[in-house]
């Protein structure tokens, strides 16, 4: 069972930068791939990135690369998403999510949620 805290979420203006943090709790942290995904009022839920366990192999989103960073501290059972240059399309509620074995965009191949952050910028 894992368990995933998102946290740095907030209002920013666009152009700006934020940076989310996910803590996991729970064994074998490093074996979990790891996502992020967004959702926007009246939207579906969508890939934003995803991060493999040991090797850190990244993949993302056309609307985010080269604009947005995925990475993970095995140590401290976290991963995070550096967002820079932020536009006031990126809106929307932020989730962790970690799935044990593959890399996948589709979220419902994820076995475990956090509860989701809102990030909103600002035109």
């Known amino acids: 069972q894992v368990q995933l805290v998102e946290s740095g979420g907030g209002l920013v203006q666009a152009g700006g930068s934020l940076r989310l943090s996910c803590a996991a709790s729970?064994?074998?942290?490093?074996?979990?791939?790891m996502g992020w995904f967004r959702q926007a009022p009246g939207k579906e839920r969508e890939f934003v990135a995803t991060?493999?366990?040991?090797?850190?192999?990244?993949y993302y989103a056309d609307s985010v690369k080269g604009r947005f960073t995925i990475s993970r501290d095995n140590a401290k059972n976290t991963v995070y998403l550096q967002m820079n240059s932020l536009k006031p399309e990126d809106t929307a509620i932020y989730y962790c999510?970690?799935?044990?074995?593959?890399?996948?965009?589709?979220?419902?191949?994820?076995?475990?949620w956090g509860q989701g952050i809102q990030v909103t910028v600002s035109s």
């Open positions: 729970g064994r074998a942290f490093s074996m979990y791939f």
């Open positions: 991060i493999s366990g040991s090797f850190g192999h990244r």
């Open positions: 999510a970690a799935n044990y074995g593959t890399t996948t965009y589709a979220p419902g191949d994820y076995d475990y």
